[in-house]
């Protein structure tokens, strides 16, 4: 069965910080990628980071510089942690694995071809 479990989010002050987790199985761990994705209300789905197996990583410039993609092998965790947190950064962020194709992982930090696998999001509030 494939689960990918989020946790970590809640509510801070413009400038703080707040690291998310994804914990999910041995198999969709060992996916070719893996990425976080926002939503905010109102807007469309945005990829922000991601992940290849071989540790490689892309960030959206929306992000980059503040936010951190990382992985766990020994938990089969995936984190995403947040510094200098913004109110525009508030959304519900999920954690989604590519299992079905290594070259949508070419793709940039804001595309979701590939990702069939996803957590039940994460709400992350910012307040000015």
């Known amino acids: 069965q494939v689960q990918l479990v989020e946790s970590g989010g809640g509510s801070v002050q413009s400038g703080g910080s707040l690291r998310l987790s994804c914990t999910m199985s041995r198999t969709t761990y060992s996916s070719f990628c893996m990425g976080w994705f926002r939503q905010a209300p109102g807007k469309e789905r945005e990829g922000i980071a991601k992940i290849d197996n071989g540790g490689g990583t892309k960030y959206a410039d929306s992000v980059k510089g503040r936010f951190t993609i990382s992985q766990d092998n020994a938990k089969n965790t995936l984190y995403l942690q947040m510094n200098s947190l913004k109110p525009e950064d508030t959304a519900m962020y999920y954690c989604?694995?590519?299992?079905?194709?290594?070259?949508?992982?070419?793709?940039?930090?804001?595309?979701?071809?590939?990702?069939?696998?996803w957590g039940q999001g994460a709400q992350v509030t910012v307040s000015s």
């Open positions: 989604a694995a590519n299992r079905f194709s290594r070259t949508y992982c070419n793709d940039g930090p804001s595309s979701g071809r590939g990702f069939g696998y």
